[in-house]
C-alpha cells in the first residue's frame, strides 16, 4: 500500500527513496550495530512510552491544577493516548521495515516467520 503522493513531491523524493531502497536492500546486521540499534530504539521507546507521559501527568496535576474527577480522567485518557499511539508506532514501523526490505530482495511473501514444522 503505497501513500498518495502528489507527482511533484513524488518527483523531488525520488533520489531519496532510491537511495533508501538500496539502503534498506543491502544493508546487514553486525553485532555492533544490532546493539547500538537496541540502545537508540530502547532510549526512544524509554523516553517516548514513559518519560513524556510522566511529564504530562505532572504538568496537568501541579502547573494546570487539574484536580476535578473530569480533568482527571481526560489528563489520564491523553496519557493512554500518547502511549498507544507511539507503542502502534514502534510496531507497525519494525513490522513495515521488514515487509519493505523482504520486498526489495525478492524473498517471497508466504514465507512463515515462524518456522517450525507445518
Do not use: H
Not at 525520488?14 to 536492500?25: M, S
Not at 507497525?92 to 521488514?98: C, D, F, G
Amino acid at each position: 500500500m503505497r501513500l498518495p503522493i502528489p507527482k511533484g513531491l513524488e518527483r523531488r523524493l525520488k533520489p531519496l527513496i532510491t537511495k533508501g531502497e538500496a539502503f534498506l536492500r543491502e544493508w546487514e546486521w553486525t553485532w555492533t550495530t544490532a546493539f547500538v540499534a537496541g540502545i537508540v530504539v530502547s532510549f526512544a521507546a524509554v523516553t517516548t512510552l514513559a518519560v513524556i507521559p510522566s511529564w504530562w501527568l505532572v504538568f496537568a496535576d501541579t502547573t494546570l491544577q487539574w484536580r476535578s474527577r473530569l480533568q482527571i480522567t481526560i489528563r489520564d485518557i491523553i496519557a493512554l493516548g500518547w502511549i498507544s499511539v507511539w507503542m502502534g508506532v514502534f510496531v507497525i514501523t519494525a513490522y513495515q521495515v521488514q515487509v519493505i526490505r523482504r520486498r526489495l530482495r525478492g524473498e517471497r511473501q508466504s514465507e512463515r516467520y515462524s518456522g517450525g514444522y507445518r
